[in-house]
């Protein structure tokens, strides 16, 4: 096979952009589920891999990412670079359909979120009935992915699939796989960079885990880490940078798009005012209400005002996530934004102040105590010392 080999490839414009991308990607592993929501022409000649029982030994290949990027929407990455993920949350009580959940992964105006906000404000719904409407706890990872079909012979002839699954299934194990409690000869930043196409310490590493029947449903279980002990092979590279981006695979509606079937379903409108700060004060931190959207790409046409959110004055917008008002300040990137921010930070200082001391009652100076003596004694005193005779004038 002609062309460049891991020898002379460049590997250095992969793993220069992966730690943008993996930070976040922890910062959302343990509670950020269901499964992707693809475009059937982007996808119909791209393989899935759809693991069946036993044991897998697959690795990650990374490749550049597109213009809907979680992180690109965010400003964290730039079209282009590098990544070995991408994730959307899903809301799935809306009609026979699943929808890309715009506010958690975008921080753009979602009109289930806000519908569902309303409900959670009246006391008289049910909690059943609320979480009809929510996007999950975790968030559904896509990759670009090679399964080794003989682990014990890696031949890296297999073709570039994409894969996706629960974060709760994989890469929330992963992520605390790979942040180590302390730096070593195989992690030396105290991070394994597993997503990573190079080899070695430093490097990337095969993952092998073991899918399991649990009833009708399927378990991941057994993940292990395994060093390369070679790149992976340019050709493999080039083959995932030929498919499309995997953000781009994703269908993204536009918020009316949402607003129409969420009101189809319910057969009525969801007009009204909810009450609280404005999805674009409150969540507008890392790119937030980006203008120049059109209704095509994302949410809100461009030049639109931000939709009303809905969340009451005294209550921190991450409640779903256990966030507190004036506990959980500065939890979030978003927190930097938030219009309840000050409010937070004053209720949170407050709350590590030590409380002041009881008053006690003022006790009259003393004079100075006089030097302790033996008892039955009295101070000891020095005479002075007798001058020395004056020598013999001769």
Known sequence: MSGPTPSNYDYSQYTQDAETTAHESYRI?????GTGVFIPEMIQDV??????????????????CGSKHPLVVKGKLQQGQMTYITWTFIHKGVGNDWWVCLARTFNQPCPICEYRNRLKADPDVPDDTVKMYGSGK????????????????LTWQEPVMVW???YSFMESTLQSMAKQPMASEDAPTGYINYMWPTAGAQGGRHIKFEVKAKGQYFDYDGH????????????????????????????????????????VSLNQPIGGEPTGETYGETY?????MTPGYEETSFGTPAGANPV?????????????????????????????????RAKCQEMFQAAQKPAPAP?????????????????????????????PPRPNKA
């Open 164 to 166: 996706d699954i629960n």
């Open 308 to 340: 009303p959110f809905g969340t009451p004055e005294d209550k921190c917008p991450f409640a779903e996530y256990e966030g507190i008002l004036g506990v959980t300040f500065d939890n979030w990137t978003e927190c930097g934004s938030c219009a309840l």
């Open 138 to 153: 975790f968030a559904t990872g896509i990759y670009k992915i090679i399964h080794h079909s003989n682990p014990q012979s």
């Open 359 to 387: 008053p006690t009652a003022k006790v009259p100076p003393t004079a100075k105590a006089p030097a302790p003596t033996m008892s039955g004694t009295t101070p000891p005193t020095m005479a002075p010392l007798a001058r």
């Open 224 to 263: 292990l880490f395994i060093k390369r002990q070679n790149p992976v092979p340019p050709h493999i590279m080039e083959a995932a940078k030929a498919m499309p981006p995997l953000d781009e695979m994703v269908r993204i509606p536009s918020y009316t798009e949402m607003k129409d079937a969420l009101e």
């Open 29 to 33: 592993k343990d509670g950020a589920g």
């Open 284 to 288: 507008g931190g890392i790119g937030g």
């Open 47 to 64: 393989k899935r891999f759809q693991p069946s029982i036993g044991e897998k030994v697959i690795d990650i290949i990374m490749a550049p």
